[in-house]
């Protein structure tokens, strides 16, 4: 069994969702905590072009960029299918894991904003996470149906992300009266053992957030 | 299969588009096709097969509508599996999906920059497009597609943006041809191909419509 190595950055929504998916294969694998602000050579050996975590190095083969990931592992660990069989289904599937990788920015503007420029960034985040909850989540339990997917995976940051995003920003943008279904979906989620068991310490995810906000103001203050 | 199980809502410039027509044309299926004006109002078939972006190209397989041109590219590949687009091995997949992430990310918005901008944004834009077409050349290397020996999937999503190039061309008054050799030999292999050559536009005409869209956007 050729080795697996990832690395990735705790505070990283993209890396988290790359440890959920070999975990719910049971892939052993070596983790590598990397610095953004201090690249290692290993990562920029691996991943030249973007110079960013994850990376999945497999056998000695890079794998960057985690939506690729994922496929890849899907692909290489057939067990515990997390993409349907079906390939409109699956179609459906990329499609919305496509759509969270665009919007994740507009969605977390809130975060680098301020004021009136917040406010906008509030309804805008609304608009596009109805559309999540009515046309992706719809009815269903998970994004992926009975069980999770790779969808809800690449949601996940929606369930424990996004709520410290709202509190260091002092705003509310994804309540349980104005999205009741993702809401219960976000709590069935972190009832999934590997996702319960995998999520970056509360605490310090905040601290860190805070601390990248105060970086943001100053820096619109610059620009005032 | 019935041409009715098919359908494409079209639109001839669209690079996007083209790149639907070009794997359907590889997998020999037959389809309907109904141009949409996407400079105009949007038809209803438009709007309700595609909520969330409103856009073409949309392909419906026994009125399903499936959206996002490189996610159709893939599905017609499920679907349709001979002859392959994307290659076998997983990690070979991997290349492909990741230079078909880096062409939806760099290559139609980097050029859309040149047309516009204005004075010497335009100088900035056209290095930055150029060093994406470098960056496309080394991983083409010295094969004859990006997949390999035979035109696949990467091939597929970058054909088709092409057309454009004449009118990036002449609004940053470069040639594609002096500053990527490789690249050129490349396109004018793939032009080669009967079913790229007839699902693609001229890039006269697409110049033609760039003019339109500079005045939309105010950049005339």
């Known amino acids: 069994m050729a080795e697996v190595k990832l690395l990735g950055f705790w505070a990283s929504p993209f890396s988290d969702r790359v440890i959920w998916a070999l975990k719910l294969k049971g892939v052993n694998y070596e983790y590598v905590e990397e610095d953004p602000h201090n690249k290692t050579q290993l990562l920029l050996q691996h991943n030249p072009v973007h110079k960013k975590v994850p990376v999945l190095i497999h056998g000695g083969k890079s794998i960057p960029e985690s939506s690729i990931i994922l496929e890849y592992i899907e692909e290489t660990w057939p067990q515990n299918p997390l993409l349907p069989q079906d390939a409109y289904q699956r179609a459906m599937a990329r499609f919305w894991i496509k759509f969270g990788e665009e919007k994740m920015a507009t969605i977390c503007a809130v975060f680098r904003t301020a004021g009136v420029e917040q406010e906008k960034a509030i309804e805008e985040a609304t608009k596009l996470l109805k559309i999540i909850e009515e046309q992706g989540l719809g009815d269903k339990m998970f994004f992926g149906g009975d069980g999770i997917g790779l969808v809800d995976i690449a949601f996940g940051w929606l369930a424990y992300l996004y709520e410290v995003v709202e509190k260091v920003s002092a705003v509310k943008v994804l309540d349980a009266d104005t999205f009741p279904q993702l809401h219960a979906w976000i709590q069935n989620l972190k009832e999934v053992p590997v996702i319960k068991e995998n999520l970056p310490d509360h605490q310090k995810l905040v601290g860190h957030l805070k601390r990248r906000r105060e970086i943001h103001l100053a820096l619109l203050n610059c620009h005032n | ?220």
């Open chain 2, 1 to 220: 299969m019935s041409k009715q199980e098919l359908l494409l809502l079209d639109c001839g410039v669209s690079p996007f588009c083209g790149r639907v027509r070009i794997a359907l044309a590889e997998k020999g299926v037959e389809y309907e096709s109904k141009e949409e004006n996407v400079l105009g109002a949007k038809s209803e078939l438009l709007l309700s097969s595609n909520p969330v972006y409103k856009k073409v190209p949309v392909l419906l397989h026994n009125g399903k509508p499936l959206c996002e041109s490189s996610i159709i590219v893939q599905y017609i590949d499920d679907a349709w599996p001979s002859p392959p687009l994307l290659p076998t091995s997983p990690y070979e997949r991997v290349q492909a999906r990741f230079w078909g992430d880096f062409i939806e990310k760099k290559v139609f918005d980097g050029g859309s920059k040149i047309w516009k901008s204005k004075g010497e944004e335009i100088e900035v834009a056209k290095k930055e497009f150029i060093e994406t077409l470098k960056q496309l050349e080394g991983t083409l290397g010295d094969k004859d597609f990006f997949g390999g020996e035979n035109f696949g999937f990467v091939d597929i999503l970058l054909i088709p943006l092409t057309t454009w190039f004449y009118a990036y061309e002449k609004f940053g008054d470069f040639k594609v041809e002096e500053e990527c050799p490789k690249f050129s030999t490349w396109v004018k292999r793939c032009k080669q191909r009967e079913n790229v050559v007839k699902a693609l536009p001229e890039p006269e005409m697409v110049y033609e419509v760039v003019l339109m869209l500079r005045k939309m956007h105010g950049v005339e």
